[in-house]
């Protein structure tokens, strides 16, 4: 449930859920549904592990720009590969820890993750492919 209910939760989880797939969903296509599960701390009742992209509240630093140090911002751990069914995996160890949750580094970061696993493609280029081939160039 996230900061909104839950005394434990590090970070609020359901409007950064919802934003982020919105977002997401402007930058990027895949070719199935992907399942992202959030939790608000390492209790993990979003149940991260199983997701295929798994992220969970924790700290993180980043750079302070007018002081110039490092400072303590709301972050997350990411979790890669989890599965459910016959096949069940639980992704235990952390694809990559430490990470803002602010937009600039956050969604960098599952973009990179949509591309390399699981073949996402910028909405930029599948439009601009389109395009080619409404004009006749590919």
Same mark, same amino acid.
């Given at each position: 449930?996230?900061?909104?209910? =839950? ?18 969903? %402007?930058? *990027? ?11 608000? =701390?390492?209790? +993990? =009742?979003?149940? *991260? ?26 972050? =997350? ?9 016959? %096949? ?8 990559? +820890?430490? *990470?803002?949750?602010?937009?600039? +580094? ?28 409404? *004009?006749?160039? +590919?």
């Amino acid at each position: 449930t996230g900061a909104q209910f =839950c005394g434990l939760a590090l970070v609020e989880t359901k409007a950064n859920a919802e934003a982020v797939a919105k977002k997401l969903e %402007d930058l *990027v296509t895949v070719d199935r549904p992907i399942r992202i599960h959030w939790t608000g =701390c390492p209790n +993990s =009742c979003g149940q *991260v592990q199983v997701a295929d992209i798994g992220i969970m509240g924790g700290p993180a630093r980043q750079l302070n720009e007018e002081t110039g140090k490092m400072m303590a911002v709301p972050g =997350c751990k990411i979790f890669v590969g989890g599965r459910i069914g016959e %096949d069940a995996h639980l992704a235990l160890e952390p694809y990559k +820890s430490g *990470v803002p949750l602010a937009d600039e +580094s956050l969604l960098p970061e599952l973009v990179e993750i949509l591309k390399n696993e699981f073949g996402a493609k910028d909405k930029t280029m599948r439009k601009r492919d389109k395009l080619k081939k409404l *004009v006749g160039l +590919s």
